[in-house]
Protein backbone atom coordinates (compact mmCIF):
# COMPACT_ATOMS: atom_id res chain seq x y z
CA UNK A 1 0.00 0.00 0.00
CA UNK A 2 1.31 3.58 -0.63
CA UNK A 3 2.20 5.77 2.32
CA UNK A 4 3.18 9.48 2.39
CA UNK A 5 4.97 11.24 5.44
CA UNK A 6 5.69 14.60 5.90
CA UNK A 7 8.29 14.92 8.64
CA UNK A 8 7.42 18.52 9.38
CA UNK A 9 4.44 19.20 11.43
CA UNK A 10 4.91 22.87 11.58
CA UNK A 11 6.87 25.16 9.91
CA UNK A 12 8.02 29.00 10.29
CA UNK A 13 9.86 31.28 8.50
CA UNK A 14 10.07 34.85 7.93
CA UNK A 15 8.37 36.72 5.09
CA UNK A 16 11.26 36.99 1.45
CA UNK A 17 12.93 33.53 3.29
CA UNK A 18 13.00 30.60 0.88
CA UNK A 19 11.01 27.41 1.75
CA UNK A 20 11.20 23.86 1.69
CA UNK A 21 8.48 21.59 3.00
CA UNK A 22 9.58 17.88 2.60
CA UNK A 23 7.54 14.81 1.50
CA UNK A 24 8.68 11.42 1.26
CA UNK A 25 6.68 8.45 0.17
CA UNK A 26 5.92 4.85 0.00
CA UNK A 27 4.82 3.14 -3.53
CA UNK A 28 5.82 -0.21 -5.20
CA UNK A 29 5.89 1.86 -9.15
CA UNK A 30 6.15 5.02 -10.55
CA UNK A 31 4.52 7.21 -8.30
CA UNK A 32 1.96 10.57 -9.45
CA UNK A 33 2.26 12.86 -6.56
CA UNK A 34 0.73 16.05 -5.51
CA UNK A 35 0.70 18.99 -3.43
CA UNK A 36 -2.04 20.42 -2.53
CA UNK A 37 -2.69 23.77 0.13
CA UNK A 38 -5.30 24.23 2.28
CA UNK A 39 -6.34 27.67 3.51
CA UNK A 40 -8.18 27.95 7.16
CA UNK A 41 -11.62 26.52 6.19
CA UNK A 42 -11.01 26.48 2.95
CA UNK A 43 -10.97 23.13 0.21
CA UNK A 44 -7.49 21.97 -0.93
CA UNK A 45 -6.19 23.42 -3.96
CA UNK A 46 -3.67 21.72 -6.01
CA UNK A 47 -0.05 23.41 -6.27
CA UNK A 48 1.73 21.44 -8.68
CA UNK A 49 1.91 17.69 -9.84
CA UNK A 50 4.45 15.02 -11.41
CA UNK A 51 3.39 12.26 -13.58
CA UNK A 52 6.37 11.63 -15.49
CA UNK A 53 9.26 12.93 -17.62
CA UNK A 54 11.21 16.35 -16.01
CA UNK A 55 11.97 15.47 -12.56
CA UNK A 56 11.37 19.26 -11.48
CA UNK A 57 7.85 20.76 -11.79
CA UNK A 58 6.70 24.42 -11.87
CA UNK A 59 3.03 25.31 -10.25
CA UNK A 60 1.22 28.29 -9.34
CA UNK A 61 1.74 30.65 -6.96
CA UNK A 62 5.38 30.24 -7.45
CA UNK A 63 6.13 26.51 -5.88
CA UNK A 64 8.06 24.02 -7.65
CA UNK A 65 9.07 20.77 -6.52
CA UNK A 66 11.86 18.29 -7.56
CA UNK A 67 11.08 14.26 -7.85
CA UNK A 68 14.31 12.24 -6.25
CA UNK A 69 13.27 8.49 -6.86
CA UNK A 70 16.69 7.30 -5.45
CA UNK A 71 14.94 8.83 -1.86
CA UNK A 72 11.65 8.16 -2.83
CA UNK A 73 11.09 12.11 -2.10
CA UNK A 74 9.06 15.06 -3.90
CA UNK A 75 9.58 18.29 -1.61
CA UNK A 76 8.26 21.54 -2.26
CA UNK A 77 10.13 24.76 -2.50
CA UNK A 78 9.75 28.52 -3.11
CA UNK A 79 12.75 30.96 -2.55
CA UNK A 80 10.95 34.02 -1.40
CA UNK A 81 7.45 33.42 0.60
CA UNK A 82 4.63 35.84 1.15
CA UNK A 83 2.71 36.26 3.94
CA UNK A 84 -0.49 34.94 2.04
CA UNK A 85 1.17 31.24 1.56
CA UNK A 86 0.62 30.77 5.65
CA UNK A 87 -1.67 28.12 5.07
CA UNK A 88 -1.10 23.99 5.41
CA UNK A 89 0.04 22.20 3.04
CA UNK A 90 -0.37 18.42 1.77
CA UNK A 91 1.80 16.02 0.08
CA UNK A 92 -0.07 13.36 -1.85
CA UNK A 93 0.84 9.87 -4.05
CA UNK A 94 -2.04 8.76 -6.51
CA UNK A 95 -2.90 5.11 -6.37
CA UNK A 96 -4.19 4.35 -9.92
CA UNK A 97 -5.26 0.92 -10.34
CA UNK A 98 -7.43 -0.26 -13.29
CA UNK A 99 -8.74 3.23 -13.35
CA UNK A 100 -9.51 4.07 -10.03
CA UNK A 101 -8.44 6.93 -8.39
CA UNK A 102 -7.53 7.14 -4.45
CA UNK A 103 -5.39 9.97 -2.87
CA UNK A 104 -3.39 9.37 0.00
CA UNK A 105 -2.39 11.95 1.87
CA UNK A 106 0.31 13.12 3.99
CA UNK A 107 -0.40 14.57 7.73
CA UNK A 108 0.17 18.18 6.34
CA UNK A 109 2.53 20.72 7.11
CA UNK A 110 1.20 23.77 8.82
CA UNK A 111 3.38 26.72 7.24
CA UNK A 112 3.32 30.29 9.61
CA UNK A 113 4.91 32.90 7.92
CA UNK A 114 6.09 35.88 10.61
CA UNK A 115 6.85 39.70 9.34
CA UNK B 1 -15.41 26.87 -15.56
CA UNK B 2 -17.34 26.57 -11.92
CA UNK B 3 -15.66 24.79 -9.47
CA UNK B 4 -16.77 21.80 -6.92
CA UNK B 5 -19.94 23.09 -5.62
CA UNK B 6 -20.76 21.09 -2.05
CA UNK B 7 -24.01 21.92 -0.10
CA UNK B 8 -24.71 22.25 2.89
CA UNK B 9 -21.41 24.34 3.70
CA UNK B 10 -21.95 23.82 7.83
CA UNK B 11 -24.57 20.99 9.74
CA UNK B 12 -24.89 20.45 12.67
CA UNK B 13 -27.01 16.74 13.29
CA UNK B 14 -27.50 14.50 16.30
CA UNK B 15 -26.14 11.25 17.46
CA UNK B 16 -28.25 8.38 15.72
CA UNK B 17 -29.50 10.89 13.30
CA UNK B 18 -28.44 10.34 9.47
CA UNK B 19 -26.99 12.87 7.30
CA UNK B 20 -27.12 13.45 3.14
CA UNK B 21 -24.41 15.75 1.34
CA UNK B 22 -24.17 16.62 -2.21
CA UNK B 23 -21.46 17.70 -4.44
CA UNK B 24 -21.87 19.47 -8.18
CA UNK B 25 -18.50 18.23 -10.37
CA UNK B 26 -16.97 20.66 -12.40
CA UNK B 27 -18.89 20.62 -15.50
CA UNK B 28 -17.87 17.36 -17.73
CA UNK B 29 -16.00 15.31 -14.58
CA UNK B 30 -17.26 12.45 -14.42
CA UNK B 31 -15.66 10.96 -11.58
CA UNK B 32 -15.84 12.25 -8.20
CA UNK B 33 -14.15 11.35 -4.65
CA UNK B 34 -15.30 11.84 -1.11
CA UNK B 35 -12.61 12.11 1.26
CA UNK B 36 -12.96 12.93 5.30
CA UNK B 37 -10.63 15.34 7.01
CA UNK B 38 -10.36 15.48 11.33
CA UNK B 39 -7.42 16.57 13.00
CA UNK B 40 -7.11 12.84 14.50
CA UNK B 41 -6.74 10.83 11.53
CA UNK B 42 -6.37 14.04 8.98
CA UNK B 43 -7.47 13.66 4.84
CA UNK B 44 -8.82 9.83 4.48
CA UNK B 45 -10.50 8.52 1.07
CA UNK B 46 -14.40 7.50 1.42
CA UNK B 47 -15.02 6.95 -1.78
CA UNK B 48 -14.73 7.14 -5.56
CA UNK B 49 -18.10 7.35 -8.15
CA UNK B 50 -17.62 7.23 -12.50
CA UNK B 51 -20.35 7.00 -14.37
CA UNK B 52 -22.89 6.17 -11.45
CA UNK B 53 -20.63 3.06 -10.58
CA UNK B 54 -18.82 2.84 -6.89
CA UNK B 55 -14.98 2.64 -8.53
CA UNK B 56 -12.98 2.25 -5.58
CA UNK B 57 -13.83 2.31 -2.07
CA UNK B 58 -11.75 3.18 1.39
CA UNK B 59 -11.59 1.67 4.96
CA UNK B 60 -14.52 2.76 6.77
CA UNK B 61 -17.85 0.85 8.04
CA UNK B 62 -21.27 0.58 6.37
CA UNK B 63 -23.08 3.58 7.46
CA UNK B 64 -21.19 5.81 4.59
CA UNK B 65 -22.44 5.23 1.38
CA UNK B 66 -22.90 7.23 -1.89
CA UNK B 67 -24.26 7.67 -5.00
CA UNK B 68 -23.68 9.31 -8.31
CA UNK B 69 -26.40 10.58 -10.55
CA UNK B 70 -26.32 10.69 -14.04
CA UNK B 71 -25.24 14.37 -14.43
CA UNK B 72 -22.39 13.22 -12.34
CA UNK B 73 -23.65 14.97 -9.15
CA UNK B 74 -22.89 12.75 -6.42
CA UNK B 75 -24.43 12.12 -2.85
CA UNK B 76 -22.61 10.66 0.40
CA UNK B 77 -24.71 9.39 3.38
CA UNK B 78 -24.22 8.66 6.93
CA UNK B 79 -26.52 6.74 8.86
CA UNK B 80 -26.41 6.47 12.41
CA UNK B 81 -24.55 9.03 13.16
CA UNK B 82 -21.37 8.87 15.72
CA UNK B 83 -19.55 11.92 17.90
CA UNK B 84 -16.61 10.77 15.83
CA UNK B 85 -18.51 11.55 12.40
CA UNK B 86 -17.68 15.14 12.99
CA UNK B 87 -15.26 15.81 10.16
CA UNK B 88 -14.88 18.10 7.45
CA UNK B 89 -16.40 15.89 3.98
CA UNK B 90 -14.59 17.23 1.12
CA UNK B 91 -15.81 16.28 -2.43
CA UNK B 92 -13.11 16.51 -5.09
CA UNK B 93 -14.01 15.66 -9.36
CA UNK B 94 -11.80 14.45 -11.91
CA UNK B 95 -12.04 14.38 -16.35
CA UNK B 96 -9.78 14.60 -19.43
CA UNK B 97 -6.75 15.40 -17.57
CA UNK B 98 -6.31 11.83 -15.75
CA UNK B 99 -5.29 11.65 -11.79
CA UNK B 100 -5.61 15.46 -11.19
CA UNK B 101 -8.52 15.71 -8.92
CA UNK B 102 -9.95 19.26 -7.84
CA UNK B 103 -11.48 19.82 -4.26
CA UNK B 104 -14.81 21.70 -3.29
CA UNK B 105 -14.91 24.12 -0.12
CA UNK B 106 -15.72 20.78 2.15
CA UNK B 107 -18.98 20.83 4.31
CA UNK B 108 -17.97 20.57 7.87
CA UNK B 109 -20.52 18.48 10.21
CA UNK B 110 -21.05 18.71 13.59
CA UNK B 111 -22.25 16.30 15.62
CA UNK B 112 -23.53 16.57 18.85
Known amino acids: AQSVTQPDIHITVSEGASLELRCNYSYGATPYLFWYVQSPGQGLQLLLK??????LVQGIKGFEAEFKRSQSSFNLRKPSVHWSDAAEYFC?????????????FGTGTRLTIIP | KAGVTQTPRYLIKTRGQQVTLSCSPISGHRSVSWYQQTPGQGLQFLFE???????NKGNFPGRFSGRQFSNSRSEMNVSTLELGDSALYLC???????????FGPGTRLTVT
Open chain 1, 50 to 55: YFSGDT
Open chain 2, 49 to 55: YFSETQR
Open chain 1, 92 to 104: AVEARRGGNEKLT
Open chain 2, 92 to 102: ASSGEVPYEQY
